[in-house]
DNA sequence: CGTCCCTTTGAGATAGGTCAAATTCCGTGG
DNA sequence: CCACGGAATTTGACCTATCTCAAAGGGACG
């Protein structure tokens, strides 16, 4: 916050690509061999000195942290093809645990800089992932301090549907992995509410539900109307405004 | 957030350190000449394609973006000696606004990659100060999560203090450069929410206001304790509980 | 001395939290 | 294939922190 630099950030490359194999970090883990999780079972734990790095193949992971009272706070969620403890110093600042049975491939930091020393390009793509993660750190915030229930609600499950489906519309099927607890610990509420928003997109047609974990879009306008005011872009992501017209204000 | 690679961060480097001149990212600067800017004027703008990095070396800033329905969102404040602006590609995601006069040394990206290429240091701290921006965003966004309203202002002042004031002792003086909207805005309160706190703190004699930008603490654990659990630590930040500890949960 | 802007205070409205209970889901065993 | 039990989800009733709207200080500056 208040902190040194805190701002001025890029956007991401316009269109975020980041399928399990192909793009940038991934990459370099692709040889390594692959660890199997339990539901359940931590991946990595928040305060323990931090020694590698991880992609995630298959399931999903939420990275989260615990308060002194007892508050847990869930940072994200990640999925399939996802790079996570990317800080190469000091101590994992959350924990990473599985949510479904997942597998992992582990890099060491040391291999990891090895790398980077033969070609800066990997370097420069620890670099590029840290902003992204700040960027849409920066999303996170903005979702907490503008954002109603409802509105963080549905921008999260347009979110978690865009990262799964990549193309969205109506009559797309969500899947949501984690439970009602963690999306509410994620969004800042409580799980009543969280319920209570999503019946309210039920109720009104929205969405459909089979099972609490699987619901169908209905109506995507109406959906993307509900994220409120930062709306969840199609495919094709535009700037918005241009840079001018805002100056007037 | 669900997006890839959310977490698992490391903690800073133990002791903080960022005077203007002396330490990491601000050295790069110290050649360049100073421009000036008034308060109010914008140091650069939302959207507008990122040229330069800047240094803060007198003054201070707000990092703020203004969302579609007119609603304000401060990312952070920027004191004298901190860095911003690091992002070297696309586009600015926040403007910097000077709250108060100030004065900044600019650096084209051009300029800072030629010089990450002789010496990788100077690379590597501008990734340092990636990964410090992102630690800061994360108990940001803690603070949005868990805390309420009287715990924000009373974290956000005692933040500022130390930023400021390096060691926090009763009879400190705090001068808190911006305004109560920006606060506000900040901690995703209103300002008559940040005047009311700001009110209960003088009440119950925590700490004392001399006009409505400066003001002394009175009872500095008191303050503590009103932070909320994510303690505000002293100078001297310990990770708190080991890792082992935590694991019982 | 008045104006404008920022801050503070007051009174009432409301979104979301809390506590408690009903319901559904889903794995396990008969 | 069906019944059972614990966990997760959903719903309800009520309560409180924070927002909203409105108005009253306070300072700086012309």
Redesign the pocket.
């Given at each position: 916050m208040y902190t040194s630099s805190q701002e001025c950030l890029r956007e991401p490359p316009s269109a975020p690509k980041r399928d399990a194999s192909t793009s940038s970090p991934g990459a370099v883990f692709t040889h390594r061999p692959a660890e199997s999780f339990a539901a359940g079972r931590v991946v990595c734990w928040e305060g323990d000195p931090s020694r590698d790095a991880f992609q995630l193949v298959e399931g999903s992971v939420r990275f989260c942290r615990v308060q002194i009272d007892g508050h847990r706070m869930i940072a994200g969620f990640g999925f399939a093809g996802d790079v996570f403890g990317l800080s190469y110093m000091e101590r994992y600042i959350f924990s990473a645990e599985a949510i479904t049975d997942c597998r992992v491939r582990r890099l060491s930091y040391a291999r990891l800089t090895a790398l980077s020393d033969n070609s800066s390009a990997d370097y420069a793509q620890i670099t590029e992932q840290l902003r992204q993660q700040l960027h849409e750190m920066q999303n996170q915030l903005l979702l907490m301090l503008h954002?109603?229930?409802?509105?963080?609600v549905a921008y999260f499950i347009m979110r978690v549907g865009q990262r799964l489906n990549r193309e969205l519309r109506n009559g797309s099927e969500i899947r949501?992995a984690?439970?009602?607890?963690d999306i509410?610990d994620h969004l800042?509420?409580?799980?009543?509410?969280?319920?209570?928003?999503?019946?309210r997109l039920?109720?009104d047609g929205v969405l459909a539900?089979?099972?609490?974990?699987r619901m169908t879009i209905k109506d995507i306008d109406a959906m993307r109307r509900r994220c409120g005011d930062e709306t969840v872009h199609g495919a094709d992501d535009h700037p918005g405004l241009p840079a001018a017209a805002r100056r007037a204000g």
């Open positions: 954002k109603s229930a409802d509105e963080r949501l984690m439970p009602r607890t509410a800042g509420l409580t799980v009543e509410t969280v319920c209570r928003s999503i019946t039920k109720r539900l089979n099972g609490p974990a």
